[in-house]
């Protein structure tokens, strides 16, 4: 049996504190990533507007599940056929890079986790189709969200709308319970059946993270313990919002200025929290802010909950 906290409103209100603050990072760091920044980088530029200017804590940072070693940086950084944790380091974006920026934040206790997707110059058209195409799963897995829905019902959109681009799921890695703990129950999928696992109840709060395969959805993991690469070396790509199950729907959580719009296909569907969500972001659009270089397609992670036979623990 897994039990799933029920948020109280003042938890709520820390985790709407906590989720802005982490897309606010993302906001910050947008006009840097750039032909010639390094990984390290930008994580440097996260770490110190995390500590010196909001106040926050990098979640990652030191972060150590059973079977891990410490996260040794701040941020996420995920190029190209890396699927989720990519270590921040000497690393030099180039021209077609596709770049994941996962960021965690914590404010007074609560955790705000959230990843967006960047091009680095020109994006090939693949991966300008598959960040694209991983949004709208996103977005699709987010709009099932409401009381009485199942937690299969989010796996099941975000599965359908991958494999019909062409694209295959991460098995591995899924979205996660999150509050004063960074990863709790439940663990969610982003594939599945509809009606299945759990249902969902106002209060809840988790991430939506898929994390998509241009090519065949097995992963391999590199010698440092925590970067994911797709075995095939095929693109990946993940974005990652923070959400709240409301009374009548949803609520995005990691919510900032620059938080790019739903797909017009979910605003169509009229539902309020989109409509808010899109209202926020239209103040400060992210494509323009950010021209022709960096942009939206992201990934996430959501991966402690990965079953993994013991290995070096903390
Ligand atoms: N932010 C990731 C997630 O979406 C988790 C990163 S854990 C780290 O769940 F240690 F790698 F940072
Ligand atoms: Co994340
Ligand atoms: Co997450």
Not at 14 to 41: H, N, Q, S
Not at 78 to 93: A, E, T
Request: hydrophobic share 35%; with cysteine.
């Amino acid at each position: 049996m897994t039990s799933i906290s029920i948020k109280s409103d003042d938890d709520i209100k820390g985790m709407r504190i906590a989720g802005r603050l982490g897309a606010e990072v993302l906001d910050y760091i947008t006009p840097f990533v750039k032909p010639g920044v390094t990984t390290g980088e930008l994580d440097r530029l996260c770490h110190e507007y995390m500590v010196n200017v909001q106040g926050t804590i990098p979640a990652p940072l030191n972060y150590c599940p059973p079977g891990y070693t410490p996260y040794p940086k701040a941020i996420c950084t995920s190029i190209n056929d890396v699927v989720c944790h990519g270590i921040p380091g000497d690393k030099v974006l180039k021209n077609g890079d596709v770049v994941n920026l996962d960021i965690t934040v914590i404010k007074d206790g609560y955790h705000g986790d959230n990843s967006r997707m960047f091009f680095v110059g020109e994006p090939s058209i693949l991966a300008r189709r598959l960040s694209e195409i991983t949004y709208e799963c996103m977005w699709l897995g987010i709009s099932k969200i409401k009381p009485g829905a199942h937690l299969g019902d989010i796996g099941y959109v975000i599965q359908q709308h991958a494999e019909k681009a062409g694209y295959s799921v991460v098995r591995e890695f899924c979205g996660h319970g999150i509050g004063k703990v960074f990863h709790e129950e439940p663990q969610v999928l982003h594939y599945g059946r509809p009606g299945t696992l759990e249902e969902l109840k106002p209060g809840m709060i988790f991430t939506v993270e898929p994390m998509i395969n241009a090519g065949r959805r097995e992963i391999r993991e590199m010698g440092d313990g925590w970067t994911i690469k797709t075995k095939d070396r095929s693109l990946s790509a993940q974005w990652e919002h923070t959400v709240l199950v409301t009374d009548t729907g949803y609520e995005v959580l990691t919510v900032s200025a620059g938080t790019p719009p739903p797909p017009a296909f979910i605003l169509a569907a009229g539902s309020p929290a989109a409509v808010a969500t899109a209202a926020q972001s239209a103040s400060c659009p992210l494509r323009s802010r950010s021209r022709s270089d960096s942009n939206r397609n992201n990934r996430p992670q959501s991966r402690p909950f990965r079953p993994m036979a013991s290995r070096k623990n903390c």
